[in-house]
Nanobody
């Protein structure tokens, strides 16, 4: 099994920054890609960003390009999401998820709340 624990969420004013972390434990070697998703109030989950444990094949949702930066640290089994220039529409519960080289996302964290005030 793989356990994912998100941290770093909180309340921030529009234009501010937050840094989310996802700590992976367990059989991390079985995972390949780490991604961040979010679910805003009243909306369904949406993709935010993704990266492999090797730090390659980085993907961003259009809504966060240029503002969010995803990174991975294989040695520390940690994936971070640096969020800058935050907007109220970024308010959501942010989830970390992992998957193997193929297949869907089999592991999810509990989520961390990000609230951006205007």
């Amino acid at each position: 099994q793989v356990q994912l624990v998100e941290s770093g969420g909180g309340l921030v004013q529009a234009g501010g920054s937050l840094r989310l972390s996802c700590a992976a434990s367990g059989r991390v070697f079985s995972t390949y890609r780490m991604s961040w998703f979010r679910r805003a109030p009243g909306k369904e989950r949406e993709f935010v960003a993704s990266i492999t444990w090797t730090g390659g094949d980085i993907i961003y949702a259009d809504a966060v390009k240029g503002r969010f930066t995803i990174s991975s640290d294989n040695a520390k089994n940690t994936v971070t999401l640096q969020m800058d220039s935050l907007k109220p529409e970024d308010t959501a519960v942010y989830y970390c998820a992992s998957r193997g080289a193929t297949g869907g996302y089999g592991y999810w964290g509990q989520g961390t709340q990000v609230t951006v005030s205007s």
